[in-house]
Structures are given as structure tokens and as C-alpha cells.
T-cell receptor, first 113, second 117 residues
């Protein structure tokens, strides 16, 4: 079975600063995908970034980047130059092999002006 | 391009009533799924389907039925609603990648907020 743990239920950051959201996971699959999804107050789930486990290079998408530590089963999300529109729930997720996508419980991020 | 469309967006039911949450996608995705989202619980998989005529249970299937008669549609039925089914429901789809349960990159609907009194 796959599990995802997000240890920070809530976080806050000042506009323009950098924040890192933590995620640890467990899977028995040798190849798997990791994801960060964003859910703003509008409730729409949006894919932020995706990492394939066999790729050593950390994924980046504009201001969003990950720190993927495969041995430690850690997958943190770094948001640089935080903007008010980054205020949202952020969910970490893992999917490998024939397993279904499993989500963590989420981190509520508030960006303060 | 509509993507994944869920209806209704809001619904209030009384205990024991039945209803169907509709989900349709226009991306020709083989994989479709239903999640429920509860505070502090994240998203939990209810049922999923890898193609027309094929459905299976997820983590929390009790009290829910699904069917998949076409590639496009994946309705979720509550046969006898209970207050414990008060939640926000999300339909999501994905293309299948070989023997995998999709690429993992799910495309979500906007969610349906259900309240059972």
C-alpha cells in the first residue's frame, strides 16, 4: 500500500518570500510518480508539479520546484517569490505501478500581504 | 474544451433519500474516478473505472454505487443518503498508460458539495 504524510497542516508566508512544504511517502513500487496539487478557495484541483521517480533531476515549474530525496522518500515543494494567488490547500500525492493515486491530508498555505 | 464536468455543484438531501452525482469528460480518458474530500482527511478514493463496463472499489466504497456504460460518463449513486456522506465530491479522469492506473496526472471536475440532513 502507498501512504503520503504531510506533517504541516497549516503554514503562512509573507508575499515575495520563499516557503517550503514538506511531504514524505511510502511505496513498494520501484517506479512511481509524485505530484503536488493545489486547491485554491475556488475548490478546483490544479496540478502544480510532477516528478518521475527514475529521474534524478528535481522538477521545476516557474516559481515552483521540488526537492526529491528518493532514499529518504521525501518530496518537498518550494514556492519562490510567493504571491497572494498561491494561497490554497496543497496536496502531495504518489502513484506507482498498479496502485491508485494516493493523496496526503494537505497543507493549508496562506500568503500574507 | 469542457474537460471534466460535474453536476450538480450543490445538493442538500434528507437522510434516506437517493441521488446521482453526474460526471462527464470530453477528453476520451479511459480512467475515471470519484473522490470525497473531508476536512483533515485529504481526498479518499470511492470508486474508479478503467474503461466502459469496468468498475472497482476504492478506499471508501460503502454506500456508493457506480457504473460506466460509456467512456464519457461515470455517475456516482447514493442509494440511501446518510449524514456521514456529507462531503465534497470530486470526479477525476486520466488517460491510461499501458498496465498502469493512468499517468497519475488527474484532471478534476469542480466538485460537488453534498449535505445530508
Amino acid at each position: 500500500a502507498q501512504t503520503v504524510t504531510q506533517s504541516q497542516p497549516e503554514m503562512s508566508v509573507q508575499e515575495a518570500e520563499t516557503v517550503t512544504l514538506s511531504c514524505t511517502y511510502d511505496t513498494s513500487e520501484s517506479n512511481y510518480y509524485l505530484f503536488w496539487y493545489k486547491q485554491p478557495p475556488s475548490r478546483q484541483m490544479i496540478l502544480v508539479i510532477r516528478q518521475e521517480a527514475y529521474k534524478q533531476q528535481n522538477a521545476t515549474e516557474n516559481r515552483f520546484s521540488v526537492n526529491f530525496q528518493k532514499a529518504a522518500k521525501s518530496f518537498s515543494l518550494k514556492i519562490s517569490d510567493s504571491q497572494l494567488g498561491d494561497t490554497a490547500m496543497y496536496f502531495c500525492a504518489v502513484q506507482g505501478g498498479s496502485e491508485k493515486l494516493v493523496f496526503g491530508k494537505g497543507t493549508k498555505l496562506t500568503v500574507n500581504p | 474544451n469542457a474537460g471534466v464536468t460535474q453536476t450538480p455543484k450543490f445538493q442538500v438531501l434528507k437522510t434516506g433519500q437517493s441521488m446521482t452525482l453526474q460526471c462527464a469528460q470530453d477528453m476520451n480518458h479511459e480512467y475515471m474516478s470519484w473522490y470525497r474530500q473531508d476536512p483533515g482527511m485529504g481526498l479518499r478514493l470511492i470508486h474508479y473505472s478503467v474503461g466502459a463496463g469496468i468498475t472497482d472499489q476504492g478506499e471508501v466504497p460503502n454506500g456508493y454505487n457506480v457504473s460506466r456504460s460509456t467512456t464519457e460518463d461515470f455517475p456516482l449513486r447514493l442509494l440511501s443518503a446518510a449524514p456521514s456522506q456529507t462531503s465534497v465530491y470530486f470526479c477525476a479522469s486520466s488517460p491510461l498508460g499501458g498496465a498502469r492506473w493512468g499517468t497519475g496526472e488527474l484532471f478534476f471536475g469542480e466538485g460537488s458539495r453534498l449535505t445530508v440532513l
